[in-house]
């Protein structure tokens, strides 16, 4: 056992003694390439979204008012039409039928109206967080990639750009954010009803 851990020992010496080989730095320059291009595609993408589900949400609005107004116009004619054939605390007793069921009409368009506006608002709130996380991986890939090119080059990186002294503290903060990242995808895969 003794033997084991000497030579774990060594092993850890002569890799921290190796420079970064010059694939590994060449990956990770194309590697943060393909990130960018990533965070720029997704930024498009979420503003696509934002944009469809406006439209859903306009659509849905005009639905919902094209729906109250023929409701509406449907027990006007009830009415209407009603009203010779029925004596007078029978047209009273219809009336106030009628207008129970208009203001019902208006109080669901009006509670399906606001159930939208909020959705749309947290949908867009919940696409605007995951835009920021992802910049934050970004960061995570800058820095590394700061690290493989050279420690001194990963060190100003990690404390210019993102202000943190060491990667304990760095990778502390970015940890913070994958249970964050988790849960938004979940909201916004619930608000829009996609299952994963």
């Known amino acids: 056992m003794t033997y084991y851990k000497l030579f774990l020992l060594a092993l850890v010496f002569v890799i921290s003694g190796c420079a970064t080989p010059l694939e590994v730095k060449q990956l990770s320059l194309k590697q943060l390439d393909y ?3 990533l ?3 997704v930024t498009i993408q979420s503003e696509g979204l934002i944009l469809i589900a406006e439209k859903l ?3 849905s609005e005009g639905n919902m008012s094209c729906h109250q107004q ?7 004619q009830l009415m209407t039409t009603t009203v010779d054939l029925t004596d007078m605390s029978e047209r009273r007793a219809l009336k106030q039928k009628i207008l129970a069921q208009a203001t019902e009409i208006n109080k669901v368009t009006a509670a399906s109206r606001q159930k939208l506006a909020l959705d749309f608002k947290a949908i867009k709130i919940k696409t605007q967080q995951l835009q920021v996380y992802l910049k934050k991986i970004k960061e995570v890939q800058v820095v ?3 690290y493989i090119q050279s420690q001194k080059a990963g060190e100003q990186l990690l404390s210019s750009s993102v202000g943190h002294t060491s990667v304990d503290g760095f990778l502390g903060t970015i940890n913070t954010y994958i249970p964050l990242i988790k849960l938004a995808s979940g909201e916004l895969a619930h608000l829009l009803q996609v299952k994963q």
């Not at 023929?70 to 006007?76: A, E, G, M, T, Y």
């Open 57 to 59: 949400k306009q659509q």
């Open 35 to 37: 990130l960018t291009v």
């Open 39 to 41: 965070t720029d595609a």
């Open 144 to 146: 590394l990639n700061g």
């Open 70 to 76: 023929n409701s509406i116009d449907r027990l006007n």
